[in-house]
């Protein structure tokens, strides 16, 4: 029932003008953190064993929301884990029983609004998101990014197909871009995993903005959507699709086509950013990747949001088994210096200077502060050297 107030009040203050909604965000904020306080004071304990990749045991603790769980157990675990212990906890016993069951684990994900999250020990955890936002300039874009060999390919299919667009505001539109783009595609991309947002939601945030779809000259149909609002000088992709979710569209162009066109439109009614929607924190997620390609900054979510959330993430025991989890999946993490990358190596050998360059060229990305690089062989003095002798260094070892 309060996650039902809750959304009905998000509902509504989006609805509000924009200055009244700056009058009364700070007594919806209090109320919100009310209602959290009430609504959210037990949460979910799981533990979880099974084989990495590579074929080496993993155990890992899941505390809280467990809205990422499913996303994360597909990146720790090739086949269906063991769940070895379920619980419900109350808030105030998160960290001493993640401190009781350190022993037994070697991972430790904590998923809790951010309101609760500061009452963690700081030095305890790393601490990212489970979302976070890349953010295009677009004069930047014009005048280095479509340059760029990678997006001149793209855009030869753009042309090669002959995709063009419409912006429209008609809710059979909407209806007709959800049923049969958004939600066949998310279903196809995530399976289990997926989680949809809700007509209704959808509905809000396009009522505000607008619907671009694109067309080909070969389809007698639509072939992708978005939808997108403007926030001052931002235009806001909320969601996107593909006709009956087929992912060879995407290989066509058809993505590529959605960004270029919603790119030219953005820059012809006067927007300088376009907030391309969330991506996950990890360097080698395919929607991340995407967005870097096209030049996207990634950074934190600024945009009033009553459930914004904290993932915290403990390694209990550096074997096997965590390093085949680090080293397939480097991901961003949020220290006093902004966002940071973190890349494990378990090369047998120290890792060189010319390692250090290439890590630096496939895993950093516009709006990282630097890359923290963790290595069990150690480094070459070279490249100790290499990084020391920089003024501001992109990368720590």
């Known amino acids: 029932m309060m996650r039902t107030w809750m959304q009905s009040l998000e509902a509504g203050y989006d609805l509000l003008p924009e200055k009244v909604r700056e009058e009364v965000s700070p007594w919806i904020s209090r109320f919100r953190k009310g209602c959290l306080l009430i609504g959210r004071c037990r949460v979910d304990l799981c533990q979880f064993r099974g084989k990495t990749r590579n074929g080496s045991e993993l155990r890992a603790l899941f505390i809280g929301e467990n809205l990422t769980q499913p996303y994360l157990l597909a990146l720790l675990y090739p086949g269906e884990p063991v769940k070895e212990r379920t619980d419900k906890i109350f808030l105030w016993e998160i960290e001493p029983r993640a401190q009781e069951l350190a ?27 489970p979302w976070l936002v890349q ?28 995709y063009t667009y419409e912006v ?14 958004y939600r066949p ?20 945030y396009f009522k505000k903005g607008a619907l671009l779809l694109t067309k080909r000259a070969d389809r007698d149909h639509y072939i992708s959507g978005r939808v997108f609002y403007p926030q001052r000088d931002t235009l806001v992709c909320f969601r996107a699709g593909l006709w009956h979710g087929d992912r060879t569209l995407a290989r066509q162009g058809a993505t590529a ?4 066109f919603t790119i030219n439109w953005a820059r012809e009614h006067g927007y ?10 990890f360097l080698t997620d395919g929607v991340f990747q995407f967005k870097k390609r096209w030049g996207a900054e990634v950074g934190e979510d600024t945009k009033v949001n009553w459930n914004h959330c904290d993932l915290k993430i403990k390694i209990c025991r550096l074997h096997a088994g965590v390093w085949d989890f680090l080293r397939e999946n480097p991901f961003i993490f949020i220290s006093g210096k902004g966002l940071n990358g973190l890349v494990a190596v378990d090369d047998p050998e120290p890792i060189s200077a010319e390692t250090l360059r290439h890590l630096n060229e496939t895993y950093h990305s516009p709006g990282l502060a630097r890359l923290v690089v963790v290595s069990q062989s150690g480094f070459a003095p070279e490249a100790l050297a290499a990084v020391n002798s920089e003024k501001n260094p992109r990368m720590i070892l």
Do not use: C, W
């Not at 279903?187 to 809000?204: H, P, T």
């Not at 086509?257 to 270029?260: C, D, E, P, S």
């Open 103 to 129: 022993g037994e684990v070697d991972l430790i994900f904590i998923e809790v609004n951010e309101l609760y999250a500061r009452f963690l020990s700081p030095n305890a955890f790393l601490t990212t998101r």
């Open 135 to 162: 953010v295009l300039d677009i004069p930047d874009y014009f005048e280095k990014v479509r340059k760029k060999d990678s997006i001149k390919r793209d855009l030869r299919k753009v042309r090669k197909y002959r």
């Open 168 to 181: 429209v505001t008609s809710l059979d539109q909407l209806t007709y871009f959800y049923e049969e783009m």
């Open 185 to 204: 595609y998310a279903e196809s991309r995530y399976g289990k995993r997926v989680f949809l947002n809700d007509f209704q939601k959808m509905a809000r």
């Open 257 to 260: 086509a959605l960004n270029h």
């Open 272 to 281: 300088r950013k376009i907030e391309f929607g969330e991506s996950r924190p």
